[in-house]
């Protein structure tokens, strides 16, 4: 095997049971102290080849060679011996412990074999710290530190367990620019140190910052490497999408008119007494887009939850065209036609082991259209249904299909699909295009718009 690369991954192919390939032949080569990018729409295979080299998942056919030496990464565990680290998008931290204890957790410290050794689990986080340039605080719990020291907290879980390549799986999704761009002062002093980086990420001013190569997947096939520094935003669009991408959307001046949604002097303090929304008042006008920003933490969450009857605010008013909602249930705002685009389309947005069908109905289930005195109208839901897997083009082998078994930005499409679809007077759209591919952020952002 070539010696100038420290992971090759050659004629990849991955079929699951229900028969989707995943990859097709794929040939992925990293060289040693570089920062490679992996890139592609959702769905085209990327998580798919990425597990496969942590050993989550076992290829069909292929061969994996690490340091030139043909390997079976049968688990984690096999992964981690050969010197691979993973940092998840989706942290795998236990909150209630400290920054410490998550570091060591499974490799833990003990006094005569039984005690938690602390201090000692404290003094491996401080050297690895130092060692890394990435500054956390050992004694603080997870639950009370920010994103960005969760993220450097997971780097430093993989470093410990001495990982020398680390793939990095969407690491900037929930971070702050300030916080993305100290990320990339750590990552630039990890390659100087020879550490090899497999960074996946959609954000393409990030790739073309901070990647030395890059290869691009789409539909699960090897689309080629190329090196960052000879290619543009727009011709790597294309390569992921198989088109010409619109980066900027266009969009004619709004013309407001009456006001929909009105929040006056609105005061929340959350369980931990932790004051998360100070006097917030806004005004939403039917035909405009209002955009909230903000650093993550900072009541984003909190004020969402108002609006769809997540939680109640300690003080303050928020009315619906004149009527009260606060106290209102889910059901009974998405009959006063307000939709929710949840930010964890995971855990808020749908019913993983239900099908596509069952997701987009589930709003509409009871309404005249879809039912024929006591039955279901069966032929109007899969009408609809049908109708909205094409106009939204999510990719899926039916309408049967599991949404969980879809990818990232087909789920979006599913939610979105469902959320716009149903004549609302407001939508809330909460990171809409949080972690999916331009393509889809293309799209999704046309649909606002319109």
């Known amino acids: 095997m070539n010696e100038e690369y420290v992971i090759q991954m050659k004629g990849i192919r991955k079929i699951y049971p229900n028969g989707v390939v995943a990859n097709q032949d794929v040939d992925l080569n990293v060289r040693k102290g570089e920062i490679h990018a992996l890139m592609g729409e959702n769905g085209a295979g990327k998580s798919t080849l990425m597990k496969m080299l942590f050993g989550l998942e076992q290829p069909t056919e292929g061969e994996i060679y690490v340091n030139g030496e043909k390997v079976h990464l049968s688990s984690p565990n096999v992964a981690i011996s050969k010197g691979i680290g993973m940092v998840h998008q989706h942290f795998m931290l236990v909150p209630s412990l400290t920054v410490a204890e998550n570091i060591v957790l499974g490799m833990t410290p003990k006094k005569n074999g039984i005690f938690i050794d602390r201090q000692k689990a404290i003094k491996i986080t401080e050297e690895y710290s130092k060692k890394f340039n990435l500054a956390v605080d050992p004694n603080a ?41 100290e990320l990339f002062k750590e990552l630039k002093h990890l390659k100087e140190q020879g550490y090899t980086l497999i960074f996946i990420s959609h954000k393409l001013n990030e790739i073309m910052e901070i990647t030395d190569r890059l290869s691009i997947l789409r539909g699960g096939k090897f689309m080629g490497v190329y090196e960052t520094k000879d290619v543009t935003p727009e011709k790597i669009s294309r390569l992921m999408v198989g088109r010409d991408v619109v980066l900027q959307v266009q969009k004619d001046a709004a013309k407001p008119t009456e006001e929909i949604l009105r929040v006056r002097d609105l005061h929340y303090v959350n369980d931990w007494g932790k004051k998360m929304l100070n006097g917030v008042s806004l005004s939403v006008r039917k035909g405009e887009i209002l955009g909230i920003a903000g650093v993550e933490g900072n009541g984003q969450k909190e004020l969402v939850d108002m609006l769809f009857g997540l939680n109640k605010p300690n003080e303050g008013t928020i009315t619906m065209k004149g009527d009260n909602i606060i106290g209102l249930n889910q059901r009974q705002l998405r009959e006063k036609h307000i939709s929710l685009v949840p930010e964890d389309r995971m855990l808020f947005g749908i019913a993983a082991n ?72 407001l939508i809330i759209a909460d990171q809409p295009t949080r972690g999916i591919d331009v393509g889809a952020t293309e799209f999704i952002r046309k649909k606002l718009v319109e």
Do not use: W
């Not at 879980?157 to 793939?167: C, E, N, T, Y």
């Not at 024929?372 to 094409?390: C, P, R, S, V, Y």
């Open 141 to 181: 719990r997870v639950v009370d530190i920010p994103v960005g020291m969760k993220q450097k907290v997971e780097i430093l879980k993989a470093l410990v367990r001495g990982a020398k390549i680390l793939i990095l799986d969407e690491p900037t999704a929930v971070l702050t620019t300030q916080e993305t761009t």
């Open 354 to 425: 239900a099908s596509i069908e069952e997701n987009i109905i589930s709003d509409r289930a009871d309404s005249k259209k879809m039912n024929k005195g006591l039955m279901f109208n069966m032929k109007n839901m899969h009408e609809e249904t049908d109708a909205l897997i094409k106009e939204y083009k999510v990719l899926c082998k039916s309408r049967d299909q599991k949404v969980g078994m879809l990818s990232g930005g087909n789920i979006q499409k599913v939610v979105v699909a469902r959320e716009f679809s149903n004549q609302p007077d």
